[in-house]
């Protein structure tokens, strides 16, 4: 009976999902590098990007799924998180540019030299070393989720409120960015990118890597959501999500809970930001847009949540069905689709892809082991 | 605060909460000695489950103290704290956990370390095991012990919380109406259930269904616009005037 964590975490539908997605972190890179691109194998470099870009949106839906889809708390703010995680990497992005820059400046990026900036800010020291760019895109997002939790779940905010007040804080956020003297560049926000870690962000074989490192980062943080689940704590979880003054009576601490998972779920979405930054070449304030982060909720509905897996199916289909459409004549009138997608799932399929087929997938085996039953008990009736 | 002010488990005087203007509790004053168990009757809006919210934390009393073991003030402590000091409860309305199988329900229950550290690292032990079956017994669940508590009976869900509480290992049992909806059969198992545990515990027990607390033999306080208005043994308390006027009717 007594099994550690992670084989626990690993059963067989995890399995196959890891599975599936380490063929896709393998093989789309090298059919990228490897084939000319006369073949029909050959995965052209564009759809690279795209689905790098779409491998992004995929753990942030996984670090909204952990908290909503397990713990309630329903965050309508968690694209704050992804771009200040993209932020930081961003400014990392920036001071690799250096000399190669329109001004030329060794130091100040581009805007600053626009905006007559003397001298580099205090917060954008230490981003030249991508080690603590990359401890930033941890830590920047996580402290403010832990701050604004400590807050919230403390008070007990729970429900539609903390919906609203996460909606309030990235729309905070964008206003804050979009201002010139804020610091970040402003409305135009930081592009232009040239080096990460001494590699030409547009060239080929980095948008391969970076592909393989973000579906590598999938994986990862899949494996993490799984062992959370799937431990007591997980159960936790959905105790609360179910019914938390019942847990809270069984003498849980459930802000330290709810605390933990909204912090982590926090990191989790900066590190997807961070991956997505240097796959799309830029960061602008528009990514704090309160639709964003309705739209990656959107995602897991679809997809089905409490199910993890469902968070990226959701995440990957709905996107591409974006691209499909908005490259078309038909880009007006997306938005319409996207709100009516999310009122069809949640009328028809309210288990969402992944939760329905496991659902019927459950029953079906229920009725088959009654007919077998059944038929057991009908067979050894002997012959007269 | 000194040491021990009270012999009492649990000790509530002059207790007062009002919501808007209306008086819930009343210089309510109640004590439950250790090992009793205690049936609280009274007509709808007589305080029952406000006292049960005072006791829990879920309700700060305007004033009056309430005292756990003498030495605990309970109205400065909050829900977790007052479970963590050995206070169980079982609400009127079952609340299970529906998504959970009905051991995990217990598992969850049971005395652990509850921080999120510890239940992260937490592995199967055949210890935990063996006291959910032996719990599975005493509430006779045995049967659906892997089946979603969602997909239990009423009785069941009752018992499941009963079991709940007894997987807390707490010092005192309160118990909300815990025979609602229950078919007479049932009601008899959960008063001989209730009898049994109070062997071992102290319980207090809110209920209308008299045959029930007649069954369960024990002293009785009738509560009425939020204070005591009889105490006694049932048949004392039965044929108080005031409490057949206000309550049991004639």
Redesign the interface.
């Known amino acids: 009976m007594t099994s550690s964590p992670l084989i626990r975490a690993l059963d067989r539908s995890a399995v196959t999902f890891i599975l599936v997605l380490v063929a896709i972190g393998v093989l789309v890179p090298l059919l990228n590098l490897l084939l000319p691109s006369s073949s029909f194998w050959h995965v052209p470099t564009y759809l690279v990007a795209l689905w790098g870009k779409y491998v992004c949106y995929a753990i942030l839906a996984l670090s909204i799924d952990l908290i909503w889809g397990y713990c309630g708390i329903l965050s309508l703010g968690h694209g704050a998180f992804f771009a200040l995680g993209g932020y930081a990497m961003g400014m990392y992005l920036m001071r690799q540019i250096g000399t190669r820059g329109v001004y030329a400046d060794p130091i100040r990026p581009d805007f600053m030299v626009f905006l007559n900036w003397p001298e580099l800010p205090v917060y954008w020291y230490g981003f030249q070393h991508f080690a603590y760019a990359a401890l930033m895109v941890l830590l920047v997002p996580g402290v403010l989720a832990f701050v604004f939790g400590w807050f919230a779940f403390r008070s007990r905010v729970t429900g539609v409120y903390l919906s609203i007040i996460t909606q309030a804080l990235t729309y905070a956020l964008m206003l804050g960015f979009f201002r010139n003297n804020f610091g970040f560049g402003g409305n135009n926000g930081l592009t232009d990118f040239k080096d990460i870690l001494g590699f030409n962000v547009q060239a080929q074989p980095t948008r391969a890597a970076l592909f393989a490192i973000s579906v590598a980062v999938l994986i990862l943080g899949f494996l993490i959501c799984r062992t959370i689940v799937s431990s007591k704590l997980g159960m936790v979880l959905v105790s609360i999500r179910d019914a938390e003054s019942r847990t809270r009576f069984l003498g849980y601490r459930v802000e330290n809970y709810k605390l933990f998972v909204f912090t982590l779920s926090a990191c989790m979405a900066g590190v997807a930001g961070a991956l997505y930054v240097p796959q799309v070449g830029i960061i602008n304030p528009s990514e704090f847009a309160p639709g964003n982060s309705i739209e990656a909720v959107i995602w897991v509905a679809v997809g089905g949540r409490g199910t993890l897996i469902g968070a990226v199916l959701g995440a990957a289909v709905v996107n591409y069905g974006k691209t499909t459409f908005t490259s078309g004549v038909l880009a007006p009138y997306w938005l319409f689709v996207l709100g009516s997608l999310f009122v069809l799932v949640t009328l028809l399929l309210p288990r969402g892809i992944v939760g329905t087929v496991r659902h019927y997938w459950a029953v079906w085996h229920e009725r088959r082991d009654a007919a077998n039953a059944r038929a057991a008990e009908a067979a050894p009736k002997p012959a007269e | 605060m000194d040491a021990r002010t009270t012999s009492a488990l649990l000790y509530l005087d002059a207790v007062s909460v009002s919501f808007d203007g209306f008086k819930a509790l009343n210089d309510l004053s109640l004590t439950v000695q250790p090992g009793e168990m205690r049936a609280i009757i009274g007509p709808n809006g007589a305080g029952k489950t406000t006292m049960m919210d005072v006791i ?1 934390g ?1 309700t700060r009393p305007d004033k009056g103290d309430v005292y756990f073991d003498g030495a605990h003030d309970l109205t400065a402590l909050d ?2 704290q007052i ?2 000091l050995g206070i ?2 079982k ?1 009127q309305k079952p ?6 199988t009905v051991e ?1 329900n217990l ?3 049971l005395k652990a370390d ?3 550290r510890a ?8 210890a935990e ?1 063996a006291r959910i079956s032996e719990i599975l017994a005493v509430i006779r669940l045995g049967a659906v012990r892997k089946r979603v508590a969602g997909s239990l009976s009423h009785g069941q869900k009752q018992w499941l919380e009963i079991g ?1 509480l007894l997987a ?1 290992d707490p010092k005192l049992l309160l118990v909300d109406e815990p025979v609602a909806g229950m078919t007479d059969v049932e009601t008899h198992q959960t008063a001989e259930l209730l009898r049994e545990i109070a062997q071992e515990k102290t319980v207090v027990v809110v209920e209308h269904d008299m045959a029930f607390v007649r069954e369960l033999g024990v002293k009785v306080t009738c509560l009425h616009e939020g204070s005591v208005l009889a105490e006694g043994t049932i048949d004392q308390v039965s044929q108080n005037d005031r409490v057949v006027e206000v309550y049991l009717g004639r």
Do not use: I, S, Y
């Open positions: 829990t879920k829900e977790t479970a963590e169980g409860r609400f609340t299970v956990f529906e998504m959970h995990n598992r969850l229950a509850r921080t999120a239940t992260l690292a937490w592995r199967e032990a055949d095991q709940m807390q």
